[in-house]
């Protein structure tokens, strides 16, 4: 059964947004204000998705055991009254980062693919069977350290959020642990066929992807891309393709990556990048949205964009 | 990049002068005999040929590039081509004010280097008082909105500071940090029982090395270049034999690498007298050991010889007396011995370093 949990471990970890650019900008104490905010606020359409999830996964088991087991988890979100609970939290947080809590709450500005994302994942875990649902709740468990790693980050780099608002932080740190372990242990009992192993490792794929789905809409909606200094683009003879040159190295671009680059500015947003492409192109937006944030992550690791102004 | 044979890059050694004595200096040994070094014209043409054989990374060096009076002309000339062009140099002489001149004349990045993290021991090894100096250079570079590359050559007596490099590549806002470890070839050959690590001292800088360029990844690039005494295969030096380098010397040769005419029997060819796409095709020097036909066994039947073409010749020659055989860093190497008994000997004593000089 090990065997099933390592499979697990490596789908999930490969793909787990800690990695995203937009995390590692957090992390790293590059986001400006607004970049934050915008994060907290259409994250929160998140969060209001989770109990909902939740109560459809304890809809589909006839065990009152499991059932009282994972209703806690409704009520970690929920709370027991008014002003308590995962939610609640996540709104003081608005509060710290200088939002208005009524506009976080009703979830008016959130960004449409944000949106998408969030009701994929309530859609992934009602059209599934209980233990692939279950299964699809465990991102957590693959990087244990995210909320640790988040708090000492918030603390160090935007000094300007009360330390009192990453409550909803803290309290995960411990709870993430504790439902992941119960998670686990139930797909480990409960998908004993090859090909429930196999659904519930698609089931959690489709999780991670729900994740990375939701930063990259907010990446393209408030990152705006600009070509470092160090950075030249230049035709190449031999190949016949433009050619983006930095110290020691050079990559060869093909047209839409030397067209992305020149796009990158300063000025536009990667939505406005991707519109501009998408028009000269006549091509699907999501494709070309998706290799731009792609080619952007290759460059920015890097060194070779700048996200954050 | 693709893998057919097509130069990336110029690697013009404008002058050999140079007012350090560093230790392990890869400069020619007799580098005193050269002292007719090309004129601006033919700097200038010898750019512009290597741009039509598809050069677009150009990097003036050394000995110290600074000593030329016409090096903004050539940046000009350099720019005008859309060459990336690196300016090597151990930051003296020069003053803010050239620097400004040089970044004006399209200079796109500049590599300063420092010997070590403090001015007493810098200036041991570089022989004369620079440290300083060196690092006001760096800051100005950052201050002019050049791209900075800090570059600390490793060896024994350094390699354990390497955690205080990478502070000191922080605070300068160095974009890349390029932490080599000596070559064993030329000055570094004769000084290697004083420059040679041990294998202890050599993983630890690694691993250090290896986490800051998790944690700095996307702000700084940390390059930590083994050396290949410690390697189980040899390195693929400068990418194969006349693949991706052409390298000018100051009297105009034109070589696939600094220490290519150490090696006995070959011929090759000045950019005075030949066009640089003819040599760089025709010549016999560069066509030496192109590819895989001039292999011998063990690397000539080995699964691993379009990885790493067989290694250094220079180093093959200068170990073993023949161009031709396996590079010894090689495990595979019949004269792998070489290598082994150069570790053993790092466990000992180090020796005392013999300076750079015009005769030795």
Not at chain 1, 21 to 47: F, P
Not at chain 2, 167 to 194: P, V
Not at chain 2, 221 to 227: A, G, Q, R, S, Y
Request: aromatic fraction near 8%.
């Amino acid at each position: 059964m090990s065997a099933l949990i390592e499979r697990l471990r490596s789908e999930g970890e490969r793909r787990y947004h800690d990695k995203h650019r937009y995390h590692v900008l957090m992390h790293e104490g590059r986001l400006t204000r607004e970049q934050l905010q915008q994060w907290v606020l259409n994250r929160y359409y998140y969060q209001t998705r989770i109990p909902i999830k939740d109560a459809l996964i304890v809809s589909k088991s006839e065990d009152p055991a499991f059932r009282r087991m994972w209703l806690r988890r409704v009520r970690d979100h929920d709370g027991d009254a008014e002003g308590e609970g995962g939610l609640a939290m996540w709104l003081r947080l608005a509060d710290g980062v200088g939002l208005e809590r009524e506009e976080v709450a009703s979830c008016r500005s959130v960004l449409p693919g944000v949106r998408a994302a969030c009701d994929s994942y309530v859609e992934l875990v009602r059209g599934r069977s209980l233990v692939e649902a279950v299964a699809s709740s465990l991102t957590e468990f693959f990087a244990p350290d995210l909320m640790s790693r988040r708090i000492a980050a918030w603390e160090q780099h935007y000094p300007w959020v009360d330390p009192e608002m990453l409550a909803y932080f803290r309290s995960r740190v411990t709870r993430a642990r504790r439902d992941s372990e119960e998670a686990i242990d139930f797909v480990v009992r409960h998908a004993t066929t090859p090909q429930l192993q196999d659904a519930c490792v698609d089931a959690l794929i489709r999780k991670a992807e729900v994740l990375w789905k939701l930063l990259d809409a907010v990446y393209a909606a408030y990152v705006k891309p600009k070509l470092a200094a160090k950075a030249k683009l230049r035709h190449d003879r031999v190949a016949n393709k433009m050619m983006l040159l930095y110290p020691e190295k050079g990559l060869v671009l093909n047209a839409t990556a030397a067209d992305t680059v020149q796009l990158c500015t300063g000025e536009r947003t990667v939505r406005e990048i991707v519109g501009e492409l998408t028009a000269k192109y006549n091509q699907d937006s999501a494709i070309i949205e998706r290799e731009v944030i792609a080619l952007l992550a290759s460059l920015a690791e890097r060194g070779l964009v700048q996200e954050s102004a | 990049m693709t893998d057919e044979i097509r130069p990336y890059t110029l690697i013009a050694e404008l002058s050999y002068r140079c007012p350090l004595r560093c230790s392990y200096c890869s400069n020619p040994l007799d580098w005193a005999r050269h002292r007719d070094e090309l004129d601006t014209a033919t700097w200038l043409r010898v750019f512009r040929e290597a741009e039509e054989l598809g050069v677009v990374q150009l990097n003036l060096t050394g000995g110290e590039p600074l000593v030329r009076d016409d090096l903004e002309v050539l940046v000009g000339g350099a720019r005008s081509l859309e060459l990336y062009t690196n300016l090597i140099t151990s930051g003296i002489p020069l003053e803010k004010e050239r620097l400004g001149k040089l970044r004006a004349a399209g200079l796109d990045n500049v590599q300063v280097s420092v010997q070590d993290v403090s001015a007493e021991a810098s200036d041991r090894i570089a022989g004369m008082r620079s440290f300083d100096h060196k690092l006001e250079v760096a800051r100005w570079v950052k201050e002019l909105g050049m791209p900075l590359t800090l570059n600390i050559v490793l060896h024994r007596g350094n390699l354990d500071r390497v955690g205080e490099m990478i502070a000191l590549a922080e605070r300068l806002s160095a974009d890349r940090l390029e932490l080599a470890n000596t070559q064993y070839l030329g000055w570094a050959l004769i000084n290697r029982q004083a420059l040679l690590p041990t294998r202890e001292q050599l993983e630890k800088a690694r691993a250090i090395a290896a986490a800051a360029k998790r944690r700095l990844q996307g702000r700084m690039e940390v390059l930590f270049v083994t050396p290949d005494y410690y390697a189980e295969y040899p390195k693929t030096c400068m990418d194969g034999w006349g693949r991706r380098f052409i390298l000018i010397s100051p009297d105009g040769l034109a070589l696939p690498c600094h220490a290519a005419h150490t090696l006995p029997g070959l011929s090759f060819e000045n950019v005075r007298e030949r066009p640089l796409g003819a040599i760089w095709s025709d010549s016999a020097g560069f066509n030496a050991f192109r590819g895989e036909d001039w292999m011998r066994e063990p690397c000539k039947s080995c699964e691993r010889r379009a990885l790493d073409l067989g290694g250094c010749r220079c180093q093959a020659f200068h170990l073993t007396g023949d161009a031709r055989a396996t590079d010894p860093a090689c495990k595979l190497a019949p004269a792998h011995g070489l290598i082994e008994s150069a570790r053993t000997e790092a466990l000992g004593t180090a020796a005392p370093l013999r300076y750079r000089a015009a005769k030795i």
